[in-house]
Structure formats: C-alpha cells, structure tokens
C-alpha cells in the first residue's frame, strides 16, 4: 500500500497551483484551525494581502496583531468585522474537526464564513466548501508525522530518530556505548504508542534501552533489537537495513521511520513498503527506489535533484513568512 506524503515545500506549492480557487473568494480575513491548519493560514493569508488569526482569537473577537514589515490591504481591526471569513485547516478527513469548529461559531456569523482544506480524502467531502488537492488515505505530513494516527502502525529507528546518533568516541561497545544509550539527547518523540521499535542496537542493550524509553514517555508495542554478539560482527555482516527490513516486511506496519538514508533505501527496496527518512525529509516509494536499485547512480542524480528543489521551495516559504508578514 503506497503512503502518501506531504512536506511543508510540497503544502506551499500546491496553494499556489490551486491559487486561483482561493484568490476569487471575495473574503477579507483568513483564519486557522490549530495547530496544522495555521501554516496554510498564513500562506493563504500573505499571497491575499489579508490579516490572518487563529480560531480562539477569532472566537474571542480578539484584535487583530500586525507585522512592522507590511500592511495588509485591509484594516480590519477585529475579526467580527470582517465580511467574508475563510476558515482554513490542511486536511480533511472525517470532517470532525471542521464541524465541531464550526459549532463553536456564533449564529450571526456563519453567513460570513467559507471553510476550505488544502488535502481532502474524499472527492466529495460534505463538511466544508471546498479543497484544493486529493489525498486519499493512507497519508502523512512533514507537519505531523511524529503525532500522526498512523504512529500505531509505524516501524521506528531508534539512533537519529527517536535520539541523536552516538559519537565515535561513544559508539565503543562497552561502557561509554553504555552511558550514552542511558543518557542520548531525545530528538523526534512520537507523541502516542508506536508499533514497534526496530534498531540494531544490540541485544544486550536491551535493559538500557527500556529504561531510556520510559525515562521520556515513550510508548511501543515491540522493541526488535539485533541479536549479536558484539558491535564487531554486526560491522562485518553489514545488517543493519536488512535487519529492519526483515521485521517491517513481516508485520502489517504501513510505515518505516529512518534516520540514515542509504538505510532507508536499503529497507524500501527490500520490503516494497514507505519509508520515511527523517535525515533527508523524503519519504521512500517502492518505484522510484527500485529504479535505482537496478542503477544506483541514476538514483544519486534523482536524488539530489528532488532535495534541491524541495530546499529551494522551503526557502521561498520562510522568504515569504519574513517579508509579507500581515498579522
């Protein structure tokens, strides 16, 4: 089953594709759902030149805040004063969210408002007025993928994702191995249980491990660890993606979150299931990574290629939030 992604390069891209579907809507202020539902907000909201708030301030009829940088083209000053208001999340699902927000707007209100979601997975979803793109499930975003539903059914590397890597000087195998492990850097926690926990730390780490994850809350079905000897042999095997792959493959796990990217090509090529590298912010496909394991240097290119021009596109999205901030 393929897993669709969406990282912040491909959200400020596809509002702008769809731009026009927005830009005809005679509204003058834009407001987000929290917490996803904002940054399309702001996007929206400086490419209109109008104010934008979040959902608890709209309610409140709190005033509106302004950037020194720019003015929006209107002066609205609080939001109920506004004619027409858009309403704003990043996707819709179920439609749960959007109703029960709207169920919080004031009865006077609601001939004003308009809601819209940039992602849909439905073609025709009943709980809002339109969207912009189709996204069917199974589906995960840049914005939410350590906080997604689809955590329960996820495969986690443990070193770089859950923590940072150890130091050559750390990774001795013995007792600095030993204190790192005890006491690594938390770097992407899940925010709800994952399925499993799937790393090559060694066995005998197990205890170490444990006591770590419930130091920081984390919660997991299954922690599949490496059963070796020594850190030597797991050098001398080179298993690491194999090892990985090898649970991911067997389990009903819909996705595999991988700090090192070769690994995550490694455990996408040999399983044909989504991997997400947390290095790289890609998410693996089976298609494209089977092409490259026919022709490896075909995928370095590719590779390159499609992080450039997602860095590209990130960068004119802060560029944006910095020069047209309007609230």
């Known amino acids: 089953m393929s897993m669709n992604y969406k990282a912040f390069a491909d959200l400020n891209s596809d509002i702008r594709e769809d731009f026009q579907k927005i830009s005809t809507l005679d509204v003058d202020l834009v407001v987000g759902l929290p917490r996803s539902g904002m940054v399309p907000a702001y996007i929206v909201s400086m490419l209109m030149n109008l104010s934008c708030t979040d959902f608890q301030s709209f309610l409140d009829n709190r005033p509106l805040k302004r950037g020194s940088t720019r003015s929006a083209r209107n002066q609205l000053v609080y ?3 506004a004619k027409k208001i858009l309403i704003v999340d990043d996707s819709v699902n179920t439609g749960l969210s959007m109703e029960q927000a709207r169920g919080q707007i004031p009865e006077q209100l609601l001939p004003k408002v308009k809601t ?20 069917p499930q199974p589906r995960v975003f840049e914005w939410n993928v350590f906080g997604h539903h689809v955590l329960k059914e996820a495969c986690f590397d443990i070193d770089g994702v859950l923590c940072v890597d150890p130091t050559a000087e750390q990774n001795d195998d013995g007792e600095k191995y030993r204190d790192f492990i005890l006491n690594a850097e938390p770097k992407f926690l899940p925010s709800s ?5 799937v790393t090559s730390r060694l066995e005998k780490y197990r205890p170490e491990t444990e006591l770590w994850m419930q130091k920081h809350g984390v919660e997991y079905e299954h922690l599949i660890m490496l059963d070796l000897p020594s850190a030597q042999e797991r050098r001398r095997l080179k298993c690491h993606g194999k090892h990985k792959a090898n649970y991911y493959k067997n389990s009903g796990a819909l996705l595999f979150v991988e700090s090192e990217v070769f690994q995550a ?38 590779s390159i290629e499609l992080w450039d021009d997602s860095v590209n596109s990130l960068k004119q999205f802060v560029k944006g939030l910095i020069g047209y901030r309007t609230s």
């Open 193 to 197: 249980k994952v399925h499993a926990l």
């Open 116 to 135: 819209m979601a940039v992602y849909s997975a439905s073609r025709t979803p009943q709980c809002i007025d339109f969207y912009l793109k189709y996204l």
């Open 79 to 81: 939001p109920h004063d």
């Open 265 to 302: 090509q490694e455990i996408c090529v040999l399983t044909g299931k989504p991997v997400y590298c947390a290095d790289d912010n890609k998410m693996y496909r089976p298609g494209l990574v089977k092409i490259a394991a026919h022709n490896p240097s075909y995928f370095k290119h590719r």
